[in-house]
């Protein structure tokens, strides 16, 4: 299945870790593990921000600013549907029959 693609705000997020990295003095491994992040991911986002933000993600900020702005009347989200179903299928208590009845219909 693979990770999520990274967008704009991971990559700012992770150009101030690098920055807070070489800032605090700390060495990688204190460092990562003070943030609870592994070794591999810290090395893998050097990599990537080693040549700055993608173009291609760097785009995104005209967008963002128009939705920070409240500007935007509109934007899209997606719903996944669920693969649970919940079907009650409990006995109506003697106590209280309307009572089952009503709640899992």
Do not use: H
Request: charged letters at 30%; hydrophobic letters at 30%; one cysteine or more.
């Amino acid at each position: 299945m693979g990770r999520p693609a990274s967008d704009l705000d991971d990559y700012l997020e992770w150009q101030q870790r690098l920055k807070n990295q070489k800032e605090s003095g700390l060495s990688i491994d204190d460092f990562c593990l003070q943030e609870g992040i592994s070794k591999s991911t810290f090395y893998r986002w050097a990599d990537r921000l080693r040549e700055g933000i993608p173009e291609s993600t760097a785009g995104e900020p005209v967008d963002r600013e128009k939705i920070e702005s409240g500007n935007v009347a509109f934007v899209p989200i997606t719903l996944k549907a669920s693969p649970v179903e919940s079907n009650c299928r409990m006995e109506a208590s003697y106590d209280c029959p309307w009572a089952w009845e009503n709640w899992c219909s």
